[in-house]
């Protein structure tokens, strides 16, 4: 299980184009307690699924999948150590 922190430089390693969609995750969660992909889409654009981004660590699901099976909700618990790694990576500026 990686770490926050690890997950997003290892995200940055193999799958470089998703840092967009980390971001996105990043700018929404102190808005949201919880959020759907579809939330992500709106301010970045299509992508896949925000499954990936539970594999690494950065975010987590949380409650049951709704809408018949098509709407997941998660959350971001360590947003500090997102934002450490996306500074480093250079994504985030301050």
């Known amino acids: ?6 997950g997003v430089k290892g995200l940055a390693k ?3 184009d998703w840092l967009r969609v980390v971001k996105g995750c990043y700018d929404l969660a102190p808005e949201y307690e919880k959020f759907a992909g579809a939330y992500v889409v709106d301010k970045v654009g299509w992508f ?14 949380v409650g049951e999948t709704v809408r018949g099976g098509r709407r997941a909700y998660y959350s ?3 947003r ?3 934002g450490r790694a ?3 990576l250079g994504v ?3």
Request: hydrophobic share 40%; net charge positive.
């Open 1 to 6: 299980m990686f770490s926050a922190y690890e």
């Open 14 to 16: 193999e799958h470089p």
């Open 48 to 61: 896949p699924s925000l499954r990936l981004l539970v594999r690494y660590g950065i975010l987590v699901k």
């Open 76 to 78: 971001m618990p360590d």
């Open 80 to 82: 500090q150590g997102v």
């Open 86 to 88: 996306l500074r480093q």
């Open 92 to 94: 985030l500026r301050d």
